[in-house]
């Protein structure tokens, strides 16, 4: 591990990161954090004078999913991560120490990083029965929460889990499982909502914090406006279908062959926000909706219960009615436009008839009254 008060411009250097690559980086960032092209220079030179931030990275009740995403991200590459980013001092499906020696490592975080060190968290935190449903080192998930997470300049809650539960939550619930934020409310939290969470975010928010100094701007869930502000279905490369009334009807149909919208088979996209169709997965590739398969809405605020069952579509959705096809919506508009000439005709019609009456009015004139000499 490289020592936590190198600047980030010389771990850069150290491990042969070009400076192309360095803004190249610095431009993905800025685009992820929908910030203007202008701001990649600042981001750059923020980074570049930037301490290496201590980071430690907490696991309760969750099924590793999080952590598995951030380690396949290659964009930056987990090892860059790891050793040019930041100071990653705990995280125990990656580091080397165990047992007592893991643990003394995240003490002395908390001791001489306080007030400074940042926190990922990741999977809820069982409040019933005083918490005996997650322990680690012999002691409750709640107590290290509080302890690690009351301490740090910031805490990203990464997940469905760690931010409100998650599947773990889900009724009947019988640890008394919750997020971050309700089981240390002291704690300052952004979530980061996901099942998983993208890489690509975590990275946009720590190159916020280390650009700015402070957390992104967030909505009524705390989360990142940059990430969760706009409705999947206003991104979706098939929204063209569904405005044109194109749907999938069944899981193998012509349809579907052909990549029609999936509103018809449960998608969640048009009461969802993320960003999952700008960044995808998996360095961009590809994201559930373009491989074929509806949005679960898994970034929303209880997903699993509330936008469950996944495969029954929504009611209402705003917009063209959802079962009419696009040559209904065409007879649609050619018949308003037709039956506004008719009451067009008829008003004219009436006009007229109305100044050829005895005792009508003559119409005023419409020409402005000349000025007077």
């Known amino acids: 591990m490289l020592p936590s008060h190198q600047t980030f411009s010389a771990a850069l250097q150290q491990k042969g990161v070009s400076r192309r690559r360095f803004i190249k980086f610095c431009a993905a960032m800025t685009a992820t954090l929908a910030l ?135 009724h009947p619930n019988p640890t008394g499982a919750v997020g971050i934020s309700e089981a240390v409310p002291e704690a300052k939290v952004i979530n980061l909502g996901g099942c998983p969470q993208n890489p690509v975010n975590t990275a946009a928010v720590l190159v916020h914090y280390l650009t700015f100094g402070v957390l992104p701007a967030v909505d009524q869930y705390n989360r990142p406006l940059f990430a969760y502000g706009r409705l999947i279905h206003d991104q979706c490369e098939r929204r063209a279908h569904y405005d044109a009334g194109r749907y999938v009807q069944e899981w193998g149909d012509e349809g579907h062959r052909k990549g029609w919208c999936l509103y018809k088979m449960g998608c969640k996209g048009p009461e969802a926000t993320f960003n999952c169709p700008a960044v995808r997965w998996n360095d961009g590739t590809s994201w559930p909706v373009k491989a074929g398969h509806g949005c679960l809405a898994c970034a929303s605020h209880r997903f699993w ?52 009456m005895p005792g009508a009015r003559p119409q005023a004139s419409k020409q402005p009254p000349k000025k007077e000499e």
């Open 36 to 170: 203007p092209p202008r701001y990649v220079a600042q981001v750059a030179a923020a980074l570049e004078k930037s301490r290496k931030p201590v980071l430690v990275w907490l696991q309760f009740q969750d099924c590793a999913g999080n952590s598995e995403s951030m380690l396949r991200s290659s964009h930056p590459s987990v090892l860059e991560v790891v050793l040019d980013l930041l100071s990653w001092e705990y995280h125990e499906l990656v580091m080397a120490g165990a047992g007592h020696q893991a643990e003394a490592a995240l003490a002395r975080v908390v001791r001489e990083e306080k007030g400074k060190f940042l926190v990922v968290t990741e999977g809820a935190i069982p409040l019933a029965d005083g918490g005996v449903y997650c322990t680690v080192g012999g002691r409750t998930a709640l107590d290290i929460a509080r302890h690690v997470c009351s301490n740090a300049a910031a805490t990203i809650a990464a997940g469905a889990c760690a931010w409100d539960g998650g599947l773990v939550r889900a």
């Open 305 to 356: 219960d509330v936008r469950s069952p996944f495969y029954e579509r929504l009611p209402q959705v705003p917009g063209f009615a959802a079962d009419v096809t696009a040559g209904e919506i065409g007879l649609g508009i050619t018949a308003a436009v037709a039956g506004a000439t008719v009451v067009h005709g008829i008003a004219s019609a009436i006009r007229d008839r109305m100044r050829t």
